[in-house]
């Protein structure tokens, strides 16, 4: 199975959606699942997941406009 999850934020700080959604994301890549994790702002500078993919300038970057 394959799970993407996208968040507006992991802050480096360890409580709320910053905490739980990187364990969420290791419990279910632990269990099989392939997990990827997607913040639209900068790379928090603490490790969180492995599969962690940052878009800081936002989801509009990836549709460039002929």
Known sequence: MRIIQVVPRIADESS????????LSRAL???GAEVDLYVLEPRPER???????????GPGSLFRRR
């Open 16 to 23: 709320g959606p910053s905490h739980s959604v990187p364990g």
């Open 29 to 31: 890549s632990d269990a």
């Open 47 to 57: 490790k969180t997941f492995e599969r962690l993919t940052a878009f800081p300038s």
